[in-house]
């Protein structure tokens, strides 16, 4: 079976008074998206759109070709997909093999048996070891590696995670994000981030959303490309520029007319992003 | 040492020195290694909890199971509710006078609030931490609703049921809270296609418990609890019940966020 597509068309959505999603549009291929964006800026929903946990107050979410707003086709899409919340949303009183086999029931895989099978092969994914262990009692790293492993149960074809590294330490964010960049082909996989040089460097995409729309979407060197010429190291920034340390004693700046003592660098990822971000900071009409 | 235990020897000396056991015809290592990892899988796995025990053991399907003994209601609020609505009726029991005949007619208008409360604990993003997967699942949410409810519904029956027979007094008067119990909690019900689970049976509690005292004052305890009162709530368990039915398709979604 190939990946899934997932094409939003002038899709919307607004919680009360507050604007989530302009009328926005886009359409992912097979393959890893990284969504990024700024706190406040739509990811979280336009994951739960994309999951068909929220319905679209306007406009056309179709995953596969099936329609989200359409209840049968909705289960349809649910079967083929593995979502891993923001919140990890874990049950503290139950074990993590008792969990994951409460997913996989969720998931309709059965005999209980086939579901023990997919508990095991989801924790060594993820590197869990411990099925009796409750879940209040594990690490805020091991609680996320749980959510990671329960989106995994049944093989889904569409595999939505939102903030997948958020909380685990230093050592074990680029196990996951090779993890998750190592999914198979016929996956889609789109991932909420924070995480931009870590996670979306190894994403075939990368989506940044801006006040509720798409404010660029395209590959991660294209995004790196955004910062060309306004990237540099500098040891001691100008107060008046933010400016993001990389190492001790080395800060990175953008900014169009080079810093004093400061060299030109070739952008990242982060550098891209931030960049845009910049642009639309300072240009609130740009989009 | 028995045979299992034997095994598992074997098994772990094959995958920590493999080496050992090439040329041996009729050993594979990687085969033992695989092996291994099956029979590690076999025991990690954890027991079976006793209700999931006695769950399978009725007959309840294998996919049912799990969304039983997951529901969150299963939990200390619940059986706290359900412990101080059994206090009520012993306090009620030991005293068969006039005071003892208040104390019941205060049973009777607590016991509906217990099935109530366990059906506020019962689903919904402020009662299960997990809801936003359930909803994301394929299996119908309204079916997990109704499969919850109607576990904490049965449960508190029953056990509201046992120390009814505690009660002073005599026939129909002692189960009179039974078709109010079922009308808050299709009422509750109801009202959670349209608000979160916890809110829609705070409102309903607090209708219910306006309603007693508002009754009681102006025409006395019987009147709470009479024929009346006792065909309304069939009535608004029957309208509830249509009502939840109707609108099955607004679990689906997070609650507020469909148009």
Redesign the interface.
Known sequence: MSAPTVDLQGVS?R?GSTNALSPMSLHLEGGSTAVLGANGSGKSTLL?LI?????A?SGSVRIGGLDASV?TE??SI??R?G?A?Q?????????V???L????????L???RR???WA?FAMGQVGL????ERIDRLSGGNRRRLTLA?ALLGHPHLLVLDEPLAGLDGETRPVVAALIASQPSARTVVVATHHTDELATVCDRAVVLVRGTVGFAGTPPELAAQADGIVWETATPPPSVAARAVAPGRFRVIARTPPPASISVAPSVQDGYDALQLLHRAEPSAR | MTTFDHLTSALELASTTPERFVGHAAVEPDRLVENRFVIDALLDAPAPSRLERVLRRVGVADLTVPLVTATPALRRGWLAAVGVASLFALSAARNSTAEGFDRLQLFLAVAPLVPLLGVALAFGPSSDPAHETVVAAPVDAFRVFVIRATTVLAASIVAMAAVTVLLPGEGVARVAWLLPALAVTSAASALSTRLDTRVASAVVAAVWLAFVVVVTSASGAEATFGAGVQWTSALITAVGVAIVVTRRRSFDVLAGSST
């Open positions: 959505h919680y739960r999951a068909t946990t929220v319905t107050q209840p909705r289960t649910r079967r997909l979502y919340t919140h990890d949303g874990l049950p503290p009183r139950m074990t093999g008792a969990y086999d409460y997913v996989g029931a969720l998931k309709e059965t005999p209980a579901r023990a099978r095991q070891t411990d099925a009796g329960q």
